[in-house]
């Protein structure tokens, strides 16, 4: 099921909005218990605006660009009516949200019909959404596996076919690292592009919100309805919206794209390597560019992390830590505990790690780089082995997202098309991130285009 | 004080004292991975700290006193 194609069945009247939510609901009924993605379905909700969809249609008003559009979000976004769970226990007794998350108002103004909620990491604290509470998402390309995290349950419910679009959160990597190891396309724009607002925070410095999708078109085409000004989100920049639906098929002649080395080109395993080289051949890049202070980045990225979650849990790992996920608690626990002097260092370093990171791009427009050090690991698998160390997976799912993210920069995570060729065992899926300089999604969505259009990127089939 | 000069964290002293000041209660339970977590962030920071910075190296977040819409 692909948004765009649901949209012009149902604006064209060839479809009822009506009968692409009940059927989706039907799927979701006989499919979910396989992936566990979706915690909560509004199945009400859903048939409430699929109606109020086909009574606009029926009175010839413009229904929106997502007429009929099934969607879902992880289950950070407020929904009206219910209680924003955030992967907790702890939220489970907080009251029911009493409007939409901003993202969630737009979906719906354009026609969009939502399906429900979805799992993930608590508090988006997690690469793998191992969630003790509301239990593991399992990989649609192999339920014994993780399908990433922390929006595993948005990447496994596009991945599955059960809805064409979700929305998700990514602090260090929550979009990409999902999108990676499930086979789909997220996008995690440039920070300060879309609103939070009416999503449960985590770290207020780097919180980014964004969309899945199982092409191009159809996150281009949800992205573009995301944008727009909301006075309730202190960290959104006052921009104009940058629609990128029209500019699709402008091609990549002329954008100088290289390949990043250094961090980036150590501590994977060979496939998440030959993914980018795969990319790279298929863009003709040849140059090279090293991201100055990348581990560094991605270690101040790390502390900051660990003393806004604790700070934000405070009251809670007071009173009630046993509550938590064991999985999350220790971290939070840590993290409160930081010393300030360590966390405003990284900050600083944040501004100079920026500063340098930006030059690059009076270089090169777009900066190729892995997804993920490896595809996706059996459920309850703590470590792996690469490169001849014992990682532990959990936080190295994030060592090439973590650098990006930290500043801010747009990234559009691409899934290979045949992830077989590239070395992953058993043909898992991975993705290579495409980056830009901020504000430019643009560039990145064009490039990804470029790669679908030539047949390089594509989700993988799931074999359902 | 260098890396190399910098004595080897405590991280189970360290972790007692700065709850006991910031009012968080420890489990025993907790402790160990805690502490673990605690080894872990001196490895970030001592990565961190290991890139000089000058006095007008501000922090990242800019404080805005006020903001019109648009």
Redesign the interface.
């Known amino acids: 099921m692909k948004a765009a194609s649901v949209a012009a069945a149902v604006r064209s009247g060839q479809r009822r909005a009506i009968d692409v939510a009940e059927a989706a609901l039907a799927d979701i009924a006989a499919r979910n218990g396989q992936f566990n993605a979706f915690t909560d379905v509004t199945a009400m909700r859903a048939r409430h605006e699929a109606a109020a969809v086909d009574a606009a249609i029926a009175a010839g008003r413009d229904p929106g660009p997502l007429a009929g559009v099934p969607y879902a979000v992880k289950n950070l976004f407020d929904l009206e009516g219910l209680v924003t769970r955030a992967g907790s226990r702890i939220e489970r007794s907080s009251p029911a949200a009493t409007r939409d998350a901003f993202l969630v108002r737009q979906l719906r103004a354009a026609g969009g019909v939502c399906l429900g909620a979805l799992n993930m990491d608590e508090y988006a604290y997690g690469f793998t959404t191992e969630n003790a509470h509301d239990g593991d998402v399992r990989n649609p390309h192999d339920p014994a596996r993780i399908a990433g995290g922390s929006s595993g349950g948005s990447a496994a419910a596009v991945a599955a076919g059960m809805v064409p679009l979700t929305l998700a959160s990514d602090t260090n990597g929550s979009i990409r690292v999902p999108a990676s190891l499930c086979g789909i396309f997220g996008l995690k724009p440039t920070y300060g592009r879309l609103s939070r607002h009416g999503s449960f925070p985590f770290v207020a410095?780097l919180d980014h919100l964004g969309p899945f999708a199982g092409d191009v078109t159809d996150l281009a085409l949800c992205y573009d309805v995301l944008q727009g000004?909301d006075?309730e989100d202190?960290a959104q920049q006052?921009r104009?919206p940058a629609p990128v639906l029209p500019l699709l098929d402008q091609g990549i002649a002329g954008l100088r794209i290289a390949v990043a080395d250094d961090h980036f080109a150590q501590g994977g395993m060979p496939e998440c390597f030959a993914a980018v080289a795969a990319v790279a051949r298929a863009l003709g890049a040849t140059r090279r560019v090293t991201i100055p202070?990348a581990?560094?980045g991605r270690?101040?990225a790390?502390?900051i992390t660990?003393a806004e979650g604790g700070n934000l849990h405070?009251p809670n790992?007071?009173t009630r830590?046993?509550d938590f996920d064991?999985g999350t608690?220790?971290?939070l626990?840590?993290?409160?505990?930081?010393?300030a002097s360590?966390v405003?260092?990284?900050?600083?370093?944040?501004?100079?790690y920026?500063a340098r990171v930006l030059a690059l791009f009076e270089e090169v427009d777009i900066i190729l780089a892995p997804a993920t050090p490896h595809s996706a690991t059996p459920l309850g698998q703590a470590e792996i082995e690469i490169e001849g160390e014992t990682r532990p997976i959990r936080?190295n799912l994030g060592i090439f997202t973590q650098p990006i993210s930290f500043i801010g920069l747009p990234v559009l995570a691409v899934p290979l098309a045949d992830p077989g060729a590239v070395g992953t065992p058993g043909g898992l899926p991975i993705a290579v991130q495409i980056i830009a300089a901020p504000w430019r999604e643009d560039l990145v969505f064009r490039v990804a285009r470029a790669l679908e259009a030539e047949g390089v990127c594509a989700a993988p089939p799931t074999g359902r | 004080m260098n890396d190399t000069q910098r004595p080897a964290p405590d991280p189970a002293t360290?972790?007692e004292a700065?709850?006991a000041l910031?009012?968080?209660?420890?489990?025993p339970a907790?402790r160990p991975?805690?502490?673990?977590?605690?080894r872990?962030?001196a490895?970030?920071?001592a990565?961190?700290?290991?890139?000089p910075?000058t006095p007008a190296?501000?922090?990242?977040?800019i404080f805005?006193a006020g903001?019109a819409?648009?």
Request: aromatic share 6%; glycine share 6%.
């Open positions: 410095s000004f006075p202190p006052h104009a202070d581990a560094r270690a101040a790390f502390l660990m405070l790992l007071r830590a046993q064991p608690r220790d971290r626990l840590a993290g409160a505990l930081l010393p360590w405003l260092q990284a900050q600083r370093l944040r501004a100079i920026r936080p | 360290y972790a700065a709850a910031l009012g968080l209660p420890l489990a907790h991975g805690v502490e673990m977590n605690l872990l962030a490895r970030m920071a990565l961190v700290e290991g890139l910075l190296d501000e922090p990242a977040p805005v903001r819409a648009p």
